[in-house]
């Protein structure tokens, strides 16, 4: 009985000792699971925002795991202990809020995340088809403006190609005229020669008859033993028009008036001048200026076809009044001069005309045609019955306005001759001409005395100081020669006023001033004596004209902006 006894104890320890090792195996297994469980369980009960959605595979939790083994092991009494401890003491160390999450089957949850990416997807291929579709308009339109600007593109292609060969069709035809045009102008400069000719030996031959009269008439006023001393003085155009006018005795010294101010002008120096006020006298350019003889009144030619008078106050209370104005011409004006006594006033015009405008009549009183080209400049001889003027027919012309008729023809220069002006008080006259040359001519014989040629460019206007020994000239490069008018061979001195055109040249009453009308639009007045220049700038255009008052002080100009700037 004792050993039945001790082998059932023996079991029943076994059984013990089994159920013992089984329960502390499953406390270790539950303890295990226990921790595993609840990092997980944690981690889901604070869900972070995920960064993107993606079709995961969600594992099977711990504690159905742990049923599912255990009731597949038939560990009944195992499980029931399980489910007590689960119940009580395991689901007290989870977090409060894990108690509100529910776990979802796997299937739900990949349902659930296909198809929110599929609402995404469609949502992105809406988008994208929308883009398509205004990227398909968007080309459509590129298209479209691609073939209108190749159709215009061949349009003007075609255009060019064209004028192209049209322009080459005119060059050919233009070619064909060359030999055309060489002959004419042959036949041109032939016929000038002759011309010229034929008129010297008229010239000749008139001044041979004038001599023969002459002597003829000086015999029978010997043999009538006649006193009258009065028909010797210009005994050479007396026979050739009863209204003839005869030039002055020349004397030993010209007596100018203008020179009893020169020693007691006041010396100015060429910086000293500033501009003092403005008149808009024309709305086209100012071709010329010049001042009247005693008064403080300025007339102005334009290419307005008309000239005006204005007067000037010294004060400053009114900056110009235009006092008198005319129109005549059928073209632009190119030059003014004051008749000495200052009651009238001769103009030239692009029309070949030179005509004499009364003011006390306030009209036009003699029209002097003669001129086949347009007509320069004039200028009155000091003793007021004649004058002369200036023309691009290359000629200059003597006028007599007694007898209303050409005395003289000058045909020296071989290009146009663009000023004229008779020396102060004298009966000799200053050309100068686009040839680039200078000629002084005696007006009583129409002899050409001297020639003064040292300019390289063609000579735009050449000038006498107020006592007549010195000249000076300005071609287009804005070169500025002085003259000794003994001495033609050089120039005395040279001012390079360039590289712009000097249109004008002009003497101050002293002689000791000269003021330049510069393309630039600048006034440059140089002292003779240093040739140390001043610039004045204040016209808006080239300056044409340019003149000093009676006194030297004060500077005037004239351009093409169409203003009269004065300078003191």
């Known amino acids: 009985m004792s050993a039945r006894r001790k082998e059932r104890a023996e079991e029943e320890n076994k059984e013990v000792f089994s159920e013992e090792e089984e329960r502390s195996i499953e406390e270790e297994d539950f303890e295990e699971a226990t921790k595993e469980a609840a990092p997980s369980t944690a981690s889901r009960s604070k869900p972070g925002p995920p960064e993107r959605q993606s079709v995961a595979e969600i594992p099977e939790t711990v504690d159905d795991f742990l049923r599912n083994f255990l009731r597949r ?10 489910e007590a401890e689960w119940y009580g003491s395991a689901q007290r160390l989870l977090p409060a809020a894990a108690t509100c999450f529910s776990f979802v089957p796997d299937a739900l949850t990949h349902g659930q995340l296909l198809r929110s990416e599929l609402e995404t997807v469609r949502r992105d291929t809406e988008l994208l088809r929308q883009e398509v579709l205004a990227a398909g308009e968007a080309l459509v339109r590129t298209q479209r403006e691609r073939d209108f600007h190749r159709l215009q593109y061949r349009r003007v292609a075609g255009d060019k190609n064209r004028l192209i060969e049209d322009f080459k069709e005119l060059k050919k035809h233009l070619e064909s005229y060359e030999p055309a045009l060489r002959q004419l102008e042959d036949k041109y400069q032939a016929a000038l020669r002759h011309k010229m000719l034929i ?3 008229k010239d000749r031959v008139l001044n041979t008859t004038e001599e023969k009269s002459r002597t003829a008439k000086e015999k029978s006023m010997r043999k009538s033993d006649s006193a009258d001393k009065s028909t010797a003085k210009s005994p050479i155009t007396s026979s050739r028009h009863p209204k003839d006018t005869e030039f002055p005795a020349a004397c030993g010294r010209p007596v100018n008036p203008q020179l009893a101010q020169v020693g007691f002008e006041k010396c100015k120096s060429p910086g000293s001048f500033s501009l003092s006020y403005s008149i808009r006298a024309h709305t086209l350019p100012v071709s010329c200026i010049d001042l009247h003889p005693r008064k403080l009144i300025l007339a102005t030619a334009s290419d307005d076809r008309s000239w005006r008078l204005w007067a000037l106050q010294a004060n400053g209370d009114k900056v110009g009044e235009m006092v008198l104005t005319g129109e005549g011409h059928s073209d632009w004006l190119s030059g003014c001069s004051f008749h000495p006594d200052g009651t009238k006033l ?9 005509r004499l405008w009364d003011f006390s009549r306030g009209r036009c009183v003699l029209t002097l045609p003669g001129h086949s080209h347009p007509s320069w400049g004039c200028s009155f001889h000091s003793c007021g019955h004649f004058l002369a003027s200036c023309s691009a027919d290359r000629t200059a012309k003597l006028w007599d306005l007694n007898s209303q008729r050409c005395r003289l023809t000058l045909r020296r220069h071989t290009a146009s001759v663009n000023s004229v002006c008779f020396l102060p008080s004298s009966n000799l006259l200053l050309t100068c001409s ?8 005696d007006a009583r014989l129409g002899v050409c005395g001297s020639t003064f040629r040292r300019h390289q460019h063609p ?10 020994n010195v000249l000076a000239s300005c071609d287009s490069r804005g070169v500025v020669h002085l003259w000794d008018i003994r001495k033609p061979a050089a120039p005395t001195a040279t001012v390079d006023a360039g590289p712009s055109a000097a249109n004008q040249v002009e003497f101050s009453p002293s002689g000791k001033m000269l003021a330049v009308a510069s393309g630039d639009s600048l006034v440059r007045v140089v002292e003779v004596g240093s040739r140390a220049a001043s610039n004045l700038s204040g016209h808006r255009d ?3 004209s340019v003149t000093f008052d009676h006194t030297g002080e004060t500077v005037m100009s004239a351009g093409s902006d169409g203003l009269i700037n004065i300078w003191a």
């Open 199 to 201: 008129g010297l030996k």
């Open 459 to 468: 000579c735009n206007h050449a000038s006498s100081s107020p006592a007549g």
């Open 434 to 441: 686009a040839d680039k040359s200078l000629a002084v001519w």
């Open 346 to 354: 001769a103009t030239t015009s692009g029309d070949s005309m030179v």
């Open 73 to 82: 092991a038939g560990l009944s009494r195992t499980l029931n202990r399980f």
């Open 542 to 544: 080239g300056v044409q």
